[in-house]
């Protein structure tokens, strides 16, 4: 697996990638920002309070009276690497290029805030991340506070996220692999409704394949996350329906 170690490297190697791709520099202040996020987050990861306070909030929202079943709290995370690989593909390049200063990211699912924050501090675009389970909103939130990232650029919710519209968002981020076939249907039809032609998903899994309404724009396998070496990710585009 990963470890912090090779997570830090790449932040300390980020301009280089990002040069090759176009993109501007990273500035020392925000490298620094990515390293202390990196080690909170790990360390985070580690701690049994921090333990024992997700599978209780995990208990709580998939008891007899929850909505949803107990797979769709899975906890996972992904590593720095990782994530710098997947929005350095090409079609996540030419969607910030299309709208430099206006393009927008929304993570479902953003658990502790790592895909979020990633996005805003690396690359500097506006994010929201929306979580379901209160104590992973939170932990979210305290580090953002801690890192004294503006809530203009990144934006924490904790909801259900078929409960928050995406009509305006460029990219949209879904942690799904462990989302069961029903709760992506629900999904599904509103990612049809709402986003634009032109907008991007990226997924843990392939099942937008079957949308007539979501061309697979680009395929990213054997990525390394918390759970597997050899994790596949898909970058969906919205077609004009």
């Known amino acids: 697996m990963q470890t912090v170690q090779d997570e830090l490297a790449a932040v300390a190697q980020i301009n280089e990638c990002f040069a090759h791709q176009g993109l501007p520099d990273v500035s020392s202040a925000d490298k620094e920002r990515l ?5 909170r987050l790990r360390n ?4 049994l309070t921090f333990q024992q306070g997700l599978k209780q909030a995990q208990q709580a929202f998939s008891g007899h009276d929850g909505d949803y079943s107990a797979e769709n709290f899975a906890f996972g995370s992904t590593p720095f690497p990782t ?3 997947l929005f350095t593909q090409r079609p996540v390049l030419d969607a910030l290029a299309r709208a430099p200063d206006t393009a927008t990211l929304t993570v479902f699912g953003s658990s502790s805030g790592s895909l ?12 929201t991340g929306v979580e379901i389970l209160p104590f992973l909103h939170n932990e979210a939130e305290q580090t953002r506070q801690a890192l004294q990232v503006a809530t203009h650029k990144c934006h ?5 996220m078929l409960t928050v519209p995406v009509h305006k968002t460029s990219i949209v981020l879904l942690t799904s692999q462990c989302w069961d076939a029903q709760l992506y249907q629900q999904l599904q039809l509103k990612l049809e409704t709402e ?3 032109g907008a991007l998903v990226i997924d843990y899994k392939d099942a937008l394949q079957s949308s007539s309404l979501f061309q697979m724009v680009q395929h990213v396998p054997h990525q390394r996350v918390s759970w597997t070496n050899s994790q596949s990710l898909f970058i969906f585009q919205r077609t004009i329906g």
């Open 116 to 127: 979020v924050l990633f996005a805003t501090i690396a690359l500097g675009i506006n994010a």
């Open 156 to 160: 924490f919710i904790c909801a259900d």
């Open 195 to 197: 986003l634009q032609p």
């Open 44 to 47: 985070q990861e580690q701690q």
């Open 35 to 39: 390293k202390l996020l990196i080690t």
């Open 83 to 85: 994530w710098m690989t």
